[in-house]
């Protein structure tokens, strides 16, 4: 299809109208594509709420030309990409991300979906449901009570108050009217002219060009739409209440008749309003201890309004000088404005945003190409900020306590992991509890590591908390710099991860272990750990499945016999024994980080390595925690000792997932929160299984999930010899250090490690693919239906018959 480059930033546009742009990033291992169309929920006629959201889901459903195993979502799955669908206010989004082979045929059935997607009443009743199991869920779910109480002072004009996440009663399929407004929504929107789309991956800029214009030239043309005038945010008709959590203070400004270049303006504003550096809002609170947390968010944006949320945590302390913490968010935002110029930290911000470039995967980079920030920003913060006045906040101020303190604030410092670090005159030798493994030829400037320390974490809880706590500071300048830092206790271990560029982590390991032998005064003052943040019950389940791996079945928050004092600290790091593994470092980077692991807490271990807690028989663990709906979580480990099981048990997993899906969730429309997936959970590897269901019982999930079981040998013969050999090769290629990205690369490496493998892990497995044959796939499915390596369940009620062994 010709095109002609008519469009700002670099784009082109298609003779359709669809706008396009290409990243060639040479360093990506996956390729993305990231496709928006101008329409959203705040476009829908009104007597049909969730209409929008109910399009994305008929999507999904396939097409006559890709239908079943062949639409988009298995695809992508048996690719081992991933995908999803958003739908926001004023406009939806479609994403993957598959390896850069797979590009083509994914994006091939992405646009074909949109252009002819199945809109027969019955794929529609069955869907349907499934938006209904989803509303249930958002209507239980606690965050999303509290988005909707922040938005209450708004204009009842507003389609910000209005519903708009559909359901089996605002969704009348049997209404002709509605079937009609259907047709009329998609017919309107879904066309070239509405539509942008992104692709970023290693391929040339000529090779993702062609694939774009062959791929999008089925999509129709069509008229752009106007956008419509918004709706005044404030007129009167909305009205406060009280917050039902006295834990979170939320700040809530509205803003209107800002400059078009906002955006920018808004997420400069975001990333240094929330930053910890001392001389801060958030710095200066958590010293007064009265804030756990700060989360700065645009909770909406369109036109020429914005609706901005100052989230604070707060503590106890904190709950009852609320008054004071609002205060002391107007005085730091009176501050920022009155700078007048932000030179320093524009520069600053340019810094970030490079370095952020240096880590983002294919679809992330596909979606900052695809809504790019405009530069300077500094011309739209003024009025920004002008806004940002308490006659806008949309719910009252709590009267402060006493006198407001009068706080000298300062501008953070410059990030000092953002400017290499000095390295070793002369190269530092290895250490024997470390293991090192090479890294991808293609992206040199990414690494991991990761420190695991084996003692007796688990009686700590408090010391946990403290350790944890006087890493928040780094992890943030961390983040900054390009790596992700990560500490958390796992069974009777401590685990940190840095991942992510490897230049800075030997300065950021050497500034952790002191923060980890001699934590700052100020964490050692904290109180009872605030009530974790509600989740969906399956994804609390699936939190706590690797302490559940190791045998930890119930963990404490505090116990109030700990001694949480220096000296408890000094002494266990007497005690534990650390091991590390460290990918992609070269010299001198290696000798640096040989530098920085030298100062650790603890003593180096004498080897490395671990061992899997052996499971056998049935047992489940009833978490009372997860309530809502029902969910089950079923891990089912594979046979230890050998790589041709873990390669059988890996290729069932690949040649299941899409199956499992399409019975539990298309077929038998159990809820929208079903998954199988193969996983190394703290060393073992195994099957995981996740269903989350509003209407049916754990013993229904649980009989489901049997009855598949009992399928699958017979579905792995229906496949055929071919089928299964190209597959395990599809796989073992994924599973190549040429095809891993560096996360997915160590986070593999450090599993086989925990798990007793050795280095050649990979290589071995690879073999292990290559030499697998169809009759041992089904032996695998065989042994996962007889629970031949146990089962293990994780659920939010108690186990349906005697077969299972309840675990304490």
């Not at 030829?441 to 990414?446: D, H, Q, V």
């Not at 500490?487 to 991942?499: C, K, M, T, Y």
């Not at 302490?547 to 001694?563: I, K, S, V, W």
């Amino acid at each position: 299809m010709p095109f002609s480059p008519a469009a700002p930033d670099n784009a082109l546009v298609l003779d359709n109208g669809l706008v396009l742009k290409v990243l060639h990033e040479p360093r990506l291992r996956k390729a993305a594509a990231f496709l928006r169309v101008e329409a959203g929920s705040h476009d829908v006629d009104p007597a049909w709420p969730g209409l929008a959201h109910f399009l994305e889901h008929l999507f999904f459903l396939g097409t006559e030309r890709y239908d079943g195993d062949q639409a988009l979502m298995a695809y992508v799955q048996r690719q081992g990409g991933q995908l999803n669908a958003s739908t926001r206010e004023r406009h939806t989004e479609f994403f993957f991300e598959v390896p850069p082979a797979a590009l083509s045929g994914a994006l091939e059935r992405l646009c074909e979906m949109l252009a002819r997607p199945r809109l027969a009443l019955g794929d529609q009743r069955r869907e349907r449901e499934v938006l209904h199991a989803e509303f249930l869920a958002w209507s239980r779910d606690a965050e999303a009570q509290h988005q909707l109480w922040l938005s209450e002072p708004l204009s009842a004009r507003h389609p910000l108050r209005a519903f708009h996440a559909g359901n089996r009663y605002s969704l009348p399929l049997g209404n002709a009217d509605f079937q009609q407004g259907l047709l009329a929504f998609y017919r309107r929107f879904y066309h070239g002219a509405q539509m942008s789309l992104c692709l970023a991956g290693p391929q040339p800029v000529e090779g993702l060009l062609a694939v774009a214009r062959r791929c999008a030239q089925v999509l129709p043309s069509g008229k752009r739409q106007p956008r419509p005038a918004p709706v005044p945010l404030l007129d009167g008709s909305g009205q406060a209440s009280a917050a039902a959590d006295p834990r979170r203070l939320n700040l809530v400004f509205a803003c209107q008749a800002l400059p078009e270049d906002s955006a920018s303006a808004l997420a400069f504003l975001t990333a240094w309003a929330a930053q910890p550096q001392p001389g801060g809002l958030l710095a200066e609170l958590q010293k007064r201890e009265w804030v756990e947390r700060l989360d700065v968010r645009v909770l909406y944006h369109y036109a020429d309004q914005a609706v901005l949320d100052f989230d604070f945590r707060l503590t106890p302390a904190g709950v009852r000088a609320a008054g004071n913490v609002a205060q002391l968010c107007l005085s730091w935002l009176e501050f920022f404005e009155a700078l007048g110029t932000w030179t320093p930290l524009e520069e600053e911000y340019a810094l970030l945003r490079k370095r952020q470039q240096l880590v983002a995967g294919a679809l992330e980079l596909a979606r900052r190409e695809a809504c790019p920030a405009s530069e300077p920003v500094t011309a739209a913060l003024g009025a920004v900020l002008a806004q940002l006045k308490p006659e806008n906040l949309l719910h009252p101020l709590p009267a402060p306590q006493g006198s407001v303190p009068q706080v000298a604030w300062r501008l953070p410092q410059r990030n000092r992991f953002l400017r290499p670090t000095r390295r070793p005159d002369q190269p530092l030798p290895d250490l024997r509890s470390v293991r090192y493994a090479q890294g991808s030829a293609s992206a040199p400037e990414e690494g991991e590591v990761f420190v695991r320390w084996r003692g007796h974490a688990s009686r700590h809880p408090g010391i946990t908390q403290v350790l944890d706590h006087s890493l928040r500071r780094l992890a943030d300048e961390a983040r900054q710099a390009g790596v992700r830092l990560t500490f958390h206790r796992l069974g009777d271990d401590w685990q940190l991860r840095l991942s992510g560029i490897a230049e800075p982590m030997p300065a950021l390991l050497e500034q952790a272990a002191l923060q980890l032998a001699n934590p700052p005064p100020e964490t050692w003052r904290l109180g009872e750990p605030p009530e974790p943040a509600a989740q969906a019950p399956i994804r609390e389940l699936l939190k706590r499945l690797p302490e559940h791996c190791l045998g930890f079945f119930n963990t404490q928050l505090r116990d109030t016999r700990e001694a949480v004092q220096a000296s408890t600290l000094a002494k266990l790091w007497g005690d534990t024994r650390w091991e590390a593994l460290a990918v992609g470092f070269r010299e001198p980077a290696r000798s640096g980080l040989n530098q920085a692991l030298r100062q650790l807490p603890g003593q180096p271990a004498s080897q490395t390595g671990g061992s899997v807690l052996p499971m056998s028989g049935r047992r489940w663990s009833h978490l009372p925690g997860a309530t809502g709906e029902h969910a089950l979580l079923l891990f089912c480990p594979a046979p230890q000792g050998s790589l041709a099981d873990e390669a059988a048990w890996r290729l069932l997993a690949h040649l299941a997932q899409t199956a499992f899906y399409q019975r539990m969730r298309v077929e038998l429309q159990l809820g929208y929160a079903v998954f199988a997936s193969f996983r190394q959970i703290s060393g073992s590897a195994g099957l995981v299984f996740g269903v989350q269901s509003p209407g049916t019982a754990l013993s229904g999930i649980l009989g489901h999930m049997e009855q598949f079981f009992e399928q699958l040998p017979r579905l792995i013969n229906n496949l055929g010899t071919s089928t299964v050999l190209s597959q395990a090769q599809s796989l073992a290629t994924r599973l190549s250090r040429d095809e891993l990205d560096t996360p997915q690369l160590g986070e593999t490496l450090w599993q086989a490690g925990l798990g007793g493998k050795g280095p050649d892990y990979l290589e071995a497995l690879q073999a292990a693919l290559a030499a697998l044959r169809p009759q041992h796939v089904a032996e695998a499915a065989r042994r996962l239906q007889q629970a031949s390596s146990g089962w293990l369940a994780l659920a939010n009620g108690p186990a349906p018959d005697d077969r299972w062994q309840a675990v304490r």
